[in-house]
């Protein structure tokens, strides 16, 4: 199974950026889609997660109405949409998929993925 994102780039605060992560290899409907992001010096923290047929999703306090997520699956493709972009969320962004099931325990979990894209880097300065 391979991963590949992309959209990142510089944009200013306040701006927006979709991602985009195309799956290829097996059938993408089995898999839970996650973002994940990593600014240096920090740890890979967890951005939000869609299930498989794209009803639920998961969103963290620090994202809410800012953030994102959504799949379409007959492009096995997932995206992550993002306004009122901060400083703070400079980070490499990465797309993970996860085979098994929707709990949040696990979604925020970067153990529990399986697979993972290379990443795209976002970058928000003025």
């Known amino acids: 199974v391979q991963l590949q994102a992309s959209g990142g780039g510089l944009v200013q605060p306040g701006g927006s950026l979709r991602l985009s992560c195309v799956v290829s290899g097996r059938t993408f409907n089995v898999y839970v889609m996650g973002w994940f992001r990593q600014a240096p010096g920090k740890e890979r923290e967890f951005v939000l997660a869609?299930?498989?047929?794209?009803?639920?999703?998961y969103y963290p306090d620090s994202v809410k109405g800012r953030f994102t997520i959504s799949r379409d699956n007959a492009k096995n493709t997932v995206y992550l949409q993002m306004s009122g972009l901060k400083p703070e969320d400079t980070a490499v962004y990465y797309c993970?998929?996860?085979?098994?099931?929707?709990?949040?325990?696990?979604?925020?979990?970067?153990?529990?993925?399986?697979?993972w894209g290379q990443g795209t880097q976002v970058t928000v300065s003025s």
């Open positions: 993970a998929a996860r085979m098994g099931s929707w709990y949040e325990g696990a979604l925020v979990n970067s153990h529990e993925y399986d697979f």
């Open positions: 869609i299930s498989l047929t794209g009803r639920s999703t």
